[in-house]
């Protein structure tokens, strides 16, 4: 099967973070190699750009806390590459800031847990809000496009008034209102963050409202929380399709979170090109196109549309990841999803987040 | 609402966020921007080149009537689409 070509990289440059949020979509259990060295990453860099694509983002974990991210960042740039740094805030000041900039960060999106910083803190399991504020400011101050994320979730979805009043004070070009996506540590809590139905109707009018009011202003995105859908989410414009992510040991992967998918191998930057991988690997080849579709998606016309939905989330839930994503309402396991959704829109549950541990150095 | 009436005296020039890049495999300008990307076409291309931030909507229409040797008003509609479309996506900024 022939590849096209990708536009996207997810550089995940280390699982470290100084956060632990619970709905981490970062794997529960690390890879046990080590990081990726400068040069190894620089290759990367360099490779992808060849391969075509335009865009890196590097994320994490906080990237931060590598310290040559500025040298990454500069060898991006010179590839040509868009750069767009995904991070927590967490160690970015004024001079680091403007050492990024210098390098051609060309964007920069901060997350946050909430508007305040007693809710913030908790779901951080740390003091992390206002030294977001001042990575905010940080940023602006060096010129960087600023654009603020926001996890929605049971503890937070409520005060979304709140939140996007707070990133519109916080001048944000852009606002990212993403639930949770049920992956990794948020899998683990997936009962304790899934919001009601009733809270999901109220957002929506809340986001499509705000949507209209700060158009021209500050751009929002609000994304539904898949589990309340009709149809799954499409996986990145397929498996295999625009993007790869490579993972700090320098796994590639077709998304993030596919090491979460059993039985999956992936190959390492260390021992073939990324362009090898990314035509020939059975990693990648597995789910491109349209020939591994069961039925219902096999004959269903969606198929182009949303390509049978997410890999992961089949895997993760029926422990096949051929099988229709469950989120689906034509899945036969559509079940698994809505007895969650019953049990969660019944009770409320209170029990305690099971908070993202990091990876254990290996010496 | 964004106002999509556009001042001919403005000068327009590329958000912060965003980049005007030759695509190394198609060749092709494209405006890359956090999202995603935009491919441009020739008229677009010849159009964004030109938003340096000095040169006026006005003065725009007149180099691009300079170089491809047509009338500004055969030209305005398109162009005017263009900066209308690029604004409304914030991917150019026009200063006074
Ligand atoms: S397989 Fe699922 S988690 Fe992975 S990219 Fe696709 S949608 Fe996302
Ligand atoms: S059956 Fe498959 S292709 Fe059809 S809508 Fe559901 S997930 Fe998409």
């Not at chain 1, 310290?67 to 991070?87: C, P």
Request: overall charge negative; charged content about 25%.
């Amino acid at each position: 099967m022939s590849a096209p070509r990708p536009y996207a990289l997810l550089a995940e440059l280390t699982y470290r973070c100084p956060l632990h949020c619970p709905y981490c979509s970062n794997p529960t259990s690390y890879p046990t190699r080590d990081d990726l060295v400068t040069a190894e990453w620089v290759r990367v860099l360099r490779e992808a750009a060849a391969l075509g694509i335009m865009h890196v983002g590097f994320s994490g974990g906080e990237p931060l806390l590598r310290r040559d991210l500025a040298d990454l960042v500069a060898a991006a740039r010179e590839s040509g590459l868009y750069t767009n740094l995904i991070t927590s805030g967490l160690g970015l000041e004024e001079r680091r800031a403007r050492e990024l900039r210098g390098a051609g960060v060309d964007s920069a999106q901060v997350s946050f847990q909430a508007d305040f910083a007693e809710l913030a803190d908790k779901i951080a399991g740390t003091k992390a809000h206002h030294r977001k504020l001042e990575a905010v400011r940080a940023i602006r101050d060096a010129g960087i496009a600023l654009s603020l994320n926001v996890v929605l979730h049971r503890a937070t979805i409520d005060r979304l008034p709140e939140i996007i009043e707070f990133a519109a004070s916080r001048k944000a070009e852009r606002l990212e209102l993403a639930n949770v996506q049920y992956y990794g540590w948020g899998f683990l809590n997936r009962t304790q963050l899934l919001p009601t139905r009733e809270q999901i109707e109220v957002a929506l009018r809340v986001a499509t409202e705000a949507k209209k009011r700060y158009a021209g202003e500050m751009e929002i995105f609000y994304v539904l929380p898949d589990y309340y859908e009709t149809y799954p989410k499409p996986c990145l414009g397929g498996w295999g399709q625009r993007y790869l992510t490579v993972n700090p040991a320098g796994d590639v992967l077709p998304c993030p979170t596919a090491g979460s998918i059993p039985g999956l191998q992936f190959e390492n930057i260390r021992e073939r090109p990324l362009a090898w991988i990314w035509h020939e690997s059975s990693s990648f080849n597995c789910f491109r196109g349209n020939e591994w579709m069961k039925e219902p998606c096999r004959s269903c016309p969606r198929r182009e549309i949303d390509f049978g939905g997410c890999r992961c989330q089949a895997a993760l839930l029926t422990n096949d990841a051929a099988r229709t994503d469950p989120v689906c309402t034509l899945s036969p396991d559509r079940e698994l999803v809505d007895r969650v959704l019953e049990k969660i829109n019944q009770a409320s549950a209170t029990e305690a987040w099971q908070m993202r541990q990091n990876p254990v150095p290996a010496h | 609402m964004p106002n999509t009436e556009i001042n001919p005296q403005s000068r327009p020039a590329l958000a912060p966020k965003v980049r005007l890049q030759t695509d190394q495999v198609t060749g092709k300008t494209v405006l890359l921007y956090p999202e995603g990307l935009l491919q441009l076409n020739s008229t677009a291309q010849a159009v964004v080149s030109r938003c340096d931030g000095k040169i006026s909507v006005d003065d725009i229409l007149c180099s691009l009537g300079e170089e491809y040797e047509v009338g500004v008003e055969t030209l305005r509609s398109d162009v005017s689409e263009i900066f209308s479309e690029l604004h409304q996506r914030r991917l150019l900024v026009f200063n006074l």
